[in-house]
């Protein structure tokens, strides 16, 4: 298939996430297709090829096409690729529950598909567990403002960023939201109906890579155990090492009562979320009519589940984590240079994620910056005008530098 069919069936027939489908089914417009990847590198149809600056979404962990986790897809589908698991049980799901258990602190692990149904997950369940466990009253839900949890219904209207929220200003949860701790520490006698407070730990992603403040979580964390209020975390592009920790929460000492996971679970491989939960939340579901009616056709698939344990496997065999802060130091030097230029407003870093802000720049700059970059061999996308730059754990130094002169070429380009 050449160029030309591709672009012509692509606008046929295909409708893209977050895109102005007017603009890209526009005559001038060639899709850009990738057909290969290998590490940090991802090659298109003809044969170019570039840095994965933003992890395939914030994905993936270990690099495209890693031997160990394309030997535990490939050995896994040889034996069957999913069966249900909704009455049924598979040693793939067990091995992960245990594995996910003992590194969160949180014994009980719920799968589902993607990081807005495990955000689902954690409010259906404290919502429930409030309702039969002698709490009738506690149905509201505290969000952040510029949070974003997801795009369902339901995880659409816990986020603070009007652009993504859409119909879920009009359905969805009952959502209060609050600027930061102070705000939530004022809302009184609210409190008692309050059933949860969901947050991304340490940097909040679509609102541009924003910083919380250096022991915020942990006040949060205080904050909810005082007031009986559930704590949950959404580390679904937070977890699996970007902070240069396993789960964010850590670097804080923190365990909430749900942990949210997506995005790195399999490694960047396939779609599959887990939602942590403790033994208190796990029990108050016990007994007749108070089952967790939730789940979905492809819950803890089998193939997903043996991506993730391959991922966790390369964790232990490469220590990945015990390499993370070199990598992260030199990272912090690489992407803090660009600071230094006049279009850049601000640069904000949390371990192996950043966030490059542009100076007064009309709307649309980050885009067009992202689409120059691409001459010079970056892949990634912008939130606005905030140019993210998050690699997988597995890139080199070289690599790193190469991704950020590309930025700034790409920069220097376009805003002059």
């Not at 949890?149 to 603070?160: F, M, Q, R, V």
């Amino acid at each position: 298939m050449n160029v030309g069919d591709r672009c012509r069936l692509d606008k046929e027939h295909l409708w893209h996430p977050f895109t102005p489908m007017r603009e890209w089914c526009a005559e001038e417009h060639e899709p850009l297709a990738l057909v290969r990847g290998e590490g940090c590198w991802l090659w298109d149809q003809e044969g170019r090829k570039y840095l994965d600056g933003n992890s395939s979404i914030w994905t993936n962990i270990h690099g495209h096409g890693h031997p160990v986790i394309n030997a535990a897809i490939k050995e896994q589908v040889d034996r069957v690729a999913h069966t249900s698991f909704l009455g049924f049980t598979h040693e793939p799901a067990m091995a992960l529950g245990r594995e996910l258990a003992e590194l969160a602190g949180l014994p009980r692990v719920f799968f589902s598909d993607d990081g807005s149904t495990a955000i689902e997950c954690a409010v259906r369940m404290a919502l429930q567990f409030w309702q039969q466990n002698g709490r009738p009253e506690k149905l509201g839900m505290v969000g952040f403002d510029a949070a974003y949890h997801g795009d369902t219904l339901g995880a659409a209207s816990l986020g603070g960023i009007p652009l993504f929220k859409g119909a879920a200003n009009h359905f969805g949860y009952g959502v209060q939201r609050v600027k930061d701790l102070e705000a939530l520490r004022s809302l009184g006698v609210d409190v008692a109906r309050v059933a949860a407070v969901i947050v991304e730990p340490l940097i909040q992603g679509s609102a541009g890579m924003r910083l919380w403040p250096k022991g915020m979580l942990k006040e949060l964390e205080t904050w909810c155990r005082e007031n009986e209020v559930f704590l949950i975390l959404d580390e679904v592009m937070t977890g699996f090492g970007r902070t240069g920790t396993m789960f964010a929460c850590q670097q804080e000492d923190v365990v909430p009562d749900f942990l949210c996971l997506a995005k790195g679970l399999t490694g960047g491989y396939l779609p599959m979320a887990a939602t942590l939960t403790t033994e208190r939340v796990f029990e108050g579901f016990l007994g007749e009519g108070r089952a967790f009616y939730y789940g979905h056709s492809y819950t803890a698939s089998q193939l997903g589940c043996a991506a993730s344990l391959g991922s966790l496997r390369v964790f232990r065999e490469e220590r990945v984590m015990e390499g993370l802060a070199a990598k992260m130091e030199v990272f912090a030097g690489l992407v803090g240079s660009l600071g230094a230029m006049p279009q850049v407003l601000e640069v904000r870093r949390c371990g192996m994620i950043a966030g490059i802000e542009l100076r007064d720049q009309p709307p649309g700059t980050g885009a067009r910056v992202c689409v120059a970059a691409r001459k010079f061999g970056l892949l990634t996308r912008p939130v606005l005008n905030t140019l993210v730059l998050m690699p997988p754990l597995c890139v080199t130094h070289a690599e790193m530098g190469q991704m950020v002169e590309a930025l700034r070429l790409g920069i220097e380009e376009v805003c002059g």
